[in-house]
């Protein structure tokens, strides 16, 4: 991806990045995105579970809430996705940051039209958050047409975007050297606690493993 005026970095280029396969490992392994948009009230940013398929990136929300009404008719959207891999601590309060990996998209969205497209779409963003929830034993069961119509699906093609990483440690200055106080960096991981079934499950079921959903918690950076 080359580019645009919008994903030109005005501080430290060099922690962007335009490498698709880079943009795509972020956004899987994301569990929320963030989408901005213009209404007449002013600017709104909300947050939405996703997935990608391809270079497309499916985004789902109520089908007459203002999201997808508003991207719906075409409006312009920034989609962005962070993770925070840890804090990073100088020896000077003011070069204290984080390390982070951020993507951002710009771009529009189409509405998924047929319900039933639309149903699969949504059972695509289940299986993506929890790998194998609607297959196996005890799956649950997936959408139907009637949920579909009031759960609606987008697509947004990934055409313009870039992406930022901080690593590494603080930028102290030589002044700071002599400084007594620990500097380096704390890695933050999320992690997938124990299963909690609620009043109905009880323990009628197993609780489940899904082993590739908490390994996507776990991944070390």
């Given at each position: ?175 700071d050297d002599e400084v007594e106080s620990w500097a380096g960096w ?36």
């Amino acid at each position: 991806m080359s580019r645009s005026a919008r994903t030109t970095a005005q501080r430290y280029p060099e922690r962007v990045t335009y490498d698709r396969d880079d943009v795509y490992a972020i956004l899987d392994e994301a569990l929320t995105v963030h989408v901005g948009f213009n209404t007449d009230l002013g600017p709104v940013v909300i947050p939405t579970l996703h997935m990608r398929v391809g270079d497309q990136l499916l985004l789902h929300g109520s089908a007459f809430g203002r999201f997808i009404t508003t991207a719906a008719a075409g409006a312009p959207l920034c989609v962005t996705a962070t993770l925070i891999d840890g804090v990073i601590l100088g020896r000077a309060s003011s070069h204290h940051s984080a390390a982070y990996r951020s993507v951002m998209i710009f771009g529009q969205a189409e509405p998924v039209e047929d319900v039933q497209e639309r149903a699969d779409a949504l059972a695509q963003v289940v299986e993506s958050v929890i790998p194998g929830r609607l297959s196996g034993p005890y799956a649950a069961r997936r959408p139907s047409v009637e949920e579909a119509k009031y759960t609606a699906c987008l697509t947004m093609a990934i055409e313009e975007f870039s992406m930022k990483v901080r690593a590494g440690f603080a930028r102290d200055e030589p002044k700071d050297d002599e400084v007594e106080s620990w500097a380096g960096w704390i890695p933050l991981d999320t992690v997938a606690g124990m299963p909690v079934p609620d009043a109905i499950t009880g323990d009628r079921f197993p609780a489940p493993a899904y082993d590739s959903a908490i390994h996507r918690f776990r991944q070390d950076h």
